[in-house]
């Protein structure tokens, strides 16, 4: 666990296990020597502009050739630039391209809803068909380059549809997770300034109905710049309909034309927005542009899932996430993969529902979540040992730690030890991604990422800018740019280099803590700042702290993050109540309900501690570093105490632990 603040980072296990590729993967692997990955590595670090040049030319069509490859200052007037004067267009690429060859036929999303009878897939040609329906029906509403389209929808064909329409016509799509809140979504309408929403009726979880157009409704009374809001049935079942501005999907596709021109983008021109959270309160629109990104999404998705025309493919996240948009949609398509979109949840309606959609489809690589691993695991080995798995290949992991035993049995359990697994760290900002093994070249260590991608040259800092030993924990950074890095935070320019340039100038920081080893791979150990990893989700502690906060009866909030067995981390809220307020158990449920329904259920605190004070420095700071140990039980050793400005607190802190 990373010493958060202190700037020391403490290496409690060391893994030793080591795991060679399985022969038969290395075999016909893309990459099958680490002599090549290190060639390719050296070539793209010492020479980007050749590298980067191949990969473009390889993976992606143009309309115009570029004038530069990369261009970049991390240094003062920040700025990143890949493939000036280049155009091109996203959603051709991920469709109009496949259509001249076999592909046409070949299926490019396979969609499996919740209720184990739905189901629907669409070729190439016929995904390109819906697209242009859509990418017509933005136009009719007026939407124009440049426009922001946002996209509040369930793990639902349309919401493909939907963001590969806004690239074909150049408008830029903010997807919001659809389990956010009414008020979360308002906040990120307002915002990307947005003036059409697209949607669904209801959304399905665990075989329950989400009435995700009254969270609309809701959102939608603090937006009166959005004038049109597009809704698709998920469901038979009526929702509330505002005349003039609420229109159903199936009624505007009716009359749309199948064929719309994909308008000609700059390389530099935005492709999206996609809101994440840093360690402040507000959320922070992560832009992405279109070159760049297309090439690092379909150069990382060929060579890391190592991936075959003859694969089906099944990433498991949400497209409401970064990794739903790189490797659900904008990797896969590009690259004329089949690509698999599930609706459902790994327990609904049994806890093998994973393995029943991988046996139904024959998936060959599958890309998850530890979260999701950790869940089913507890769930017992029967599950996964009753369907039929031999078609897995390759497996994945993203989104936060694996712990070795997760990681062991993946490696066991469900890739039956022909299947290697390859950790993916990356983050929204990185737009895919950068360390990770490639499955057939690179000895795999349980816990590791193992090491960097094409382009990306990380470093281990200690806290004062130099570089960290071998095994000693510091702060991971990125001393050079590569092509999906993000361009900005939408409409505010400050941030992007406040956040991420100004600590250490000159590198890009992640924000993340990690260790190299004696082999050079990297061990990430988790944030450094106020960002919590929830099952895989990213949270601020400020925002739940804010939200906590504007109840009328909280004085104060301050939340942490303590390990938590299946969430990874779970969210421990310290709550003061104003004087007056009587303490209940009543009350824990309404704050957990209203933390629901300011941010969303992701969010819901797992333990609230009433406290009479909290333990602060006599500049009026709250000392965290307290409040995180006594949240993981660790109350021996509190460490020193003696800023505190009133450390009879501490003793009431430990009286009222739950
Ligand atoms: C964490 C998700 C360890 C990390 C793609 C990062 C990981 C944050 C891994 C980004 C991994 C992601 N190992 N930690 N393989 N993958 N993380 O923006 O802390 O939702 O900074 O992007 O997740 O989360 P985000």
């Known amino acids: ?133 859509f990418a017509n029906v933005l136009k009719g509403l007026g939407v124009k380059k440049g426009d922001r389209v946002s996209v509040y929808m369930p793990m639902i064909p349309e919401l493909a549809i939907a963001i590969l329409s806004c690239a074909r016509i150049g408008a830029i799509h903010s997807v919001v997770f659809g389990g956010f809140s009414a008020e979360a979504l308002r906040d990120r309408l307002l915002d990307s300034k947005a003036n059409v929403l697209v ?6 979880r665990a075989g329950k109905l989400i009435p995700s157009k009254t969270n609309v409704d809701l959102a939608l009374a603090g937006c009166p710049d959005v004038k049109n809001c597009i809704v698709v049935k998920r469901v038979e079942k009526d929702c509330n309909m505002v005349e003039g501005r609420d229109q159903y999907w199936d009624d505007l596709m009716s009359s749309a034309s199948p064929f719309c021109e994909a308008e000609v983008m700059d390389a530099e021109d935005p492709l999206f927005i996609l809101y994440t959270s840093g360690s402040t309160g507000k959320p922070k629109g992560v832009l992405h542009t279109t070159g760049g990104y297309m090439v690092y999404a ?69 890309y998850t979540a530890p979260t999701a691993l950790r869940s089913m695991i507890k769930s017992g080995d029967h599950w996964p040992l009753g369907r039929d798995l031999s078609s897995l290949r390759l497996l994945g992991s993203v989104g936060e730690p694996i712990n070795p035993e997760a990681w062991m049995w993946y490696h066991y359990v469900i890739g039956r030890e022909k299947a290697p697994i390859v950790d993916t760290w990356w983050q929204t900002e990185t737009g895919g991604i950068l360390i990770t093994p490639l499955p057939g070249c690179i000895s795999t260590k349980p816990g590791s990422a193992t090491l960097p991608f094409f382009g990306v040259n990380p470093k281990v800092i200690r806290q004062d800018g130099s570089e960290a030993g071998v095994n000693e924990g510091g702060y991971l950074v990125i001393t050079k740019p ?9 409409g505010d320019p400050e941030r992007f280099k406040n956040t991420y340039f100004v600590q250490y ?19 990430l150990m988790g944030r450094v700042d106020d960002v919590i990893n929830v099952s895989g989700h990213r949270l601020s502690t400020a925002e739940v702290e804010s939200a906590l906060a504007a109840h009328p009866k909280v004085a104060e909030a301050a939340v942490v993050g303590y390990p938590h067995d299946i969430k990874g981390e779970g969210i421990y809220a310290y709550i003061t109540l ?48 307290i409040l995180r140990k006594i949240a993981s039980g660790d109350i021996d050793q509190l460490g020193d105490t003696t800023t505190l400005a009133d450390r009879a607190v501490i003793n009431d802190l430990l009286n009222t632990v739950n």
């Open 1 to 133: 666990m990373v010493g958060k603040k202190s700037g020391s980072v403490d290496t409690l296990l060391i893994e030793k296990r080591i795991i060679s590729p399985p022969q038969s993967f290395r075999e016909n692997a893309r990459i099958n020597s680490r002599k090549q990955y290190e060639e390719m590595w050296r070539k793209s670090i010492e020479n980007p502009d050749e590298f980067w040049g191949e990969m473009a030319e390889e993976h992606i069509d143009w309309f115009k050739k570029w004038e530069a490859v990369e261009e970049y200052s991390f240094q003062d007037d920040v700025f990143v630039r890949y493939y000036r004067g280049a155009k091109l267009n996203a959603s051709y690429n991920c469709l109009d391209r496949h259509l001249r060859s076999w592909r046409r036929n070949k299926a490019a999303l396979i969609w499996q809803g919740e209720p184990l009878e739905e189901s629907r897939t669409f070729t190439y040609l016929q995904l390109y068909r819906e697209v242009c329906k």
């Open 199 to 204: 949607t669904a009726n209801y959304g399905m």
């Open 298 to 366: 379909a150069t990382t998705f060929k060579y890391v899932f190592d991936y075959r025309d003859e694969d089906v493919y099944w990433c498991t996240a949400d497209i409401g996430w970064v990794t739903g948009h790189s490797y659900i949609v904008y990797g896969p398509l590009a690259a004329g993969a089949t690509s698999l979109m599930f609706e459902g949840v790994p327990h609904y309606p049994e806890p093998d529902r994973y393995w029943e959609v991988v046996e139904k489809y024959r998936v060959s690589i599958l």
């Open 482 to 490: 590569w092509p999906g890095i993000m361009r900005g935070v939408y």
């Open 505 to 523: 100038p000159g590198v890009y920081f992640t924000g993340d803590g990690a260790r190299r080893d004696e082999d050079g791979y990297i061990w």
């Open 578 to 625: 104003k004087d007056s307020v009587e303490l209940t158990e009543e009350l824990r449920y309404e704050l957990t309900m209203h933390v629901r329904q300011e941010i969303g259920p992701i969010a819901s605190p797992d333990v609230i501690h009433f406290t009479s004070a909290m333990p602060k420095t006599r500049s009026g700071k709250i000392l965290r570093r």
